[in-house]
């Protein structure tokens, strides 16, 4: 498997709190996406961070990666009922030159 | 505009049908995919395209085959459908096979 500690699968926040989803993998990668998957839609980049970067945001997004811990996260600020979605994490594979997806994170914000 | 449209939306199917799932894209992208996606599984590979007539499989190919004859269209072949392939179906492209994946609206195909 190309996953370590499982990746949270579900999670539940109220309206206005901030919310961190944490993600964690064995593939050597220098590059890890972030997608999110509305329902009955595609997934959809939301935000890309490279090795270089350790972290960067965009909007009330804010992602992070390790490299050597081989691990990434991504926090959203204030969140709202519109970000209500399944998020993926999927770090590129550096060997095989692909993008490997993670299982997702159901995350629900309740009004 | 960029898009990736997936064509059926919705089909049904019985067992031991063949099932044709066509894609295309308005991008010029090299690299094209097939996913299934299940409950609790998340998105699973079934084959990479990197262009015409060149076509790897992915983790899960068994089952399935593609063809890709022109940049702009690759397709998914179900040869005698199954009912454990009932399951929703996105295609995507991308630039390279390591760049931003583009992810059409998926076809949620069910097999009686």
């Known amino acids: ?13 109220q309206e206005g709190e901030d919310v961190t989803m944490n993600c964690s993998y064995k593939t050597y990668t220098t590059v890890v996406h972030w997608y999110r998957q509305d329902s009955g839609r595609g997934p959809a ?28 996260s991504l926090s959203i600020t204030a969140a709202q009922c519109e970000d209500t979605a399944v998020y993926f994490c999927a770090p590129v594979d550096t060997n095989a030159y692909k993008v490997i997806f993670g299982k997702g994170t159901h995350l629900h914000v309740l009004p | 505009d960029m898009k990736v449209t997936q064509m059926p939306r919705y089909l ?43 076509n790897s499989e992915g983790d899960i190919p068994k089952g399935y085959r593609v063809s890709r004859k022109k ?30 994946l583009y992810f059409g609206s998926g076809t949620r195909l069910t097999v009686l």
């Open chain 1, 45 to 72: 980049l939301i935000i890309l961070i490279r090795s270089n970067e350790r972290e960067k945001r965009s909007g009330r997004l804010r992602a992070t990666l390790d490299t050597s811990s081989q691990s990434s």
């Open chain 1, 1 to 13: 498997s190309q996953w370590g500690e499982e990746n949270l699968q579900a999670l539940s926040i």
């Open chain 2, 71 to 100: 940049r702009e269209h690759f397709s998914l072949i179900l040869d005698s459908a199954k009912t454990n392939q009932t399951s929703v179906y996105f295609c995507a492209s991308s630039l390279g096979s390591a760049e931003t």
């Open chain 2, 12 to 54: 049904i199917k019985r067992m031991g049908e063949n099932v044709l799932l066509e894609c295309g894209q308005d991008m010029s992208h090299e690299t094209m995919y097939w996913y299934r996606q299940d409950p609790g599984l998340g998105l699973q590979l079934i084959y990479i395209s990197y262009d015409v007539d060149s």
